[in-house]
């Protein structure tokens, strides 16, 4: 209950209205004018004190690059050529697992680097529709990959797994299977320890190759019109997402007892209204999207080809490779780049060999005249074919590699 003002409190009979001095009513009048502003600013919606210039764009929020967006949809992508974009991620997984003292997430040779038992959580709550893109080196051949995990914390998060092993150890299963698992506790079975949460296949194909340290894997995966979805040049999963749906999210990538590196990730979706409010951004860019990209080499770029000819940076090299999987950099740079790494050691072939995995046709066609430039034959490997027969001409390119390692002296 309020308070009336001591002006209208009753007064004793007969005595007199006291007398307000001018510094009085001028300081009352302070007083009131100030709180009807704060009040207005309370009603208006906003904190007091706060001004429109405080809310950022995308691009200013983000460290890692915009590069649509179509309505409320986002694509962001990080390449990780500047160590800033770093800031975008946490060391953080959903499920219950014992820390490892040599764990972490770090920015490592223009990659984000994960070692077990560790998790990169994008910082960005989402909702809807997601779909996410990576290529990952492996450094273990098992129990990598990516997540989806409610805002709330709970458990009814998805994993996105290349040879998942460690969550069947919870209840004493094989597992071994390229796979996507939804988990919740309805599925909890009885007796089981409190570090078990109970999980459902939505998805799992059996290995068709064997993986192993050193391999660069393509993955894709998300929610797609309520289903779960995860693609690699091998195999297509997809499934219902069973329990409870996800709606709000965040997204992450993750290796258990082991490491990988990832790389050119892209976030395509559309942001959580709450956390936009929450963190202060606006939905648009501080500058165009499709800004004209330099068709020149820069400084960085040239003295990278000439390490590369020197034959003395495998570092270099593997930069330069880089440019040619990014979509963004304009042709004219990347075809320079494309010729620089024609010429150089022969052994350049055993990173652009990275290339021929790409779901770019341009970037497949790169890799491919490089190789041949070099060993002066293809093995079959058609661009424009189809996964299954790219596949078979890898294959025997590696095999025969494999038995004549002379082919890349040189």
Not at 118 to 138: C, M, N, P, Y
Not at 148 to 169: K, Q, W
Request: aromatic share 8%; glycine share 10%.
């Amino acid at each position: 209950m309020s308070v009336p003002p001591a002006d209208f409190l009753p007064r004793p009979r007969g005595a007199r209205r006291p007398q307000r001095g001018p510094r009085r009513a001028g300081l009352a009048r302070l007083v009131g004018l100030s709180l009807g502003l704060t009040v207005l600013g309370l009603f208006a919606g906003g904190r007091p004190g706060a001004e429109a210039a405080e809310r950022k764009t995308l691009d200013q929020f983000f460290h890692g690059e915009v590069i649509a967006l179509e309505g409320k949809r986002l694509t962001l992508r990080y390449d990780f050529k500047q160590k800033d974009q770093l800031k975008d991620f946490t060391d953080n997984v959903p499920w219950p697992i014992t820390r490892r003292k040599d764990q972490h997430i770090r920015w490592f040779d223009e990659k984000l680097e994960v070692v077990g038992n560790s998790g990169a959580r994008h910082i960005a709550e989402w909702k809807g529709d997601i779909l996410v893109k990576t290529t990952v080196r492996l450094d273990n051949d098992k129990d990598i990959g990516g997540w989806l995990s409610p805002i709330n914390g709970a458990d009814d998060y998805a994993t996105f797994t290349l040879r998942e092993f460690f969550f069947h150890e919870w209840n004493g299963k094989t597992g071994g299977q390229h796979s996507i698992i939804k988990f919740g506790k309805q599925w909890r079975e009885k007796g089981s320890s409190n570090e078990y949460i109970g999980f459902r296949y939505v998805d799992r194909r059996p290995l068709q190759k064997t993986l192993k340290v050193g391999d660069v894997q393509q993955i894709q995966f998300g929610l797609q019109k309520k289903k779960l979805v995860m693609s690699t040049p091998e195999f297509n999963l997809k499934g219902k997402d069973r329990g409870k749906r996800l709606k709000k999210f965040f997204v992450g990538f993750y290796a258990i007892k082991g490491r990988a590196l990832f790389d050119n990730i892209e976030i395509s979706g559309t942001l959580n209204d709450a956390w936009l409010k929450h963190v202060n951004v606006v939905v648009q860019t501080s500058k165009p999207i499709n800004a004209e990209k330099p068709t020149e080499l820069d400084e960085e770029t040239i003295a990278r080809i000439e390490a590369h000819r020197s034959g003395k940076s495998t570092k270099a090299t593997r930069a330069l490779v880089d440019i040619l999987k990014d979509k963004s950099v304009a042709r004219p740079v990347r075809e320079a780049v494309r010729d620089a790494l024609c010429e150089g050691l022969k052994k350049t072939v055993r990173y652009v060999q990275d290339l021929l995995y790409s779901r770019e046709l341009e970037v497949r066609q790169d890799g491919i005249a490089i190789i041949k430039a070099h060993l002066g034959k293809d093995w079959g490997f058609n661009p424009k074919s189809s996964e299954g027969s790219r596949s078979k001409a890898i294959q025997a390119m590696n095999e025969e590699l494999k038995k004549k390692p002379s082919l890349l002296n040189g």
